[in-house]
């Protein structure tokens, strides 16, 4: 089973935006996530992207 980091991203963004509060937990708490999104971010972009069809576009004139 493969990971989606994205979402697991999206669902961190989230959590992080609900913590706008002032207090010492709030502020923690932000700064937790926001290792934690990098943490993802950063496994995210170094996978390997799935192959893809190269399409082959005909050459010819132009109208």
Do not use: C, W
Not at 7 to 17: E, I, M, P, S, T
Not at 34 to 44: F, P
């Amino acid at each position: 089973m493969t990971s989606d980091f994205s979402a697991a991203r999206v669902h961190l963004d989230r959590a992080y935006h609900y913590l706008r509060g002032d207090d010492p937990m709030s502020q923690r708490g932000r700064e937790a996530l926001d290792l934690l999104i990098e943490a993802v971010a950063a496994e995210e972009f170094k996978l390997p992207r799935q192959n893809a069809e190269v399409l082959m576009f005909p050459i010819g004139r132009r109208f």
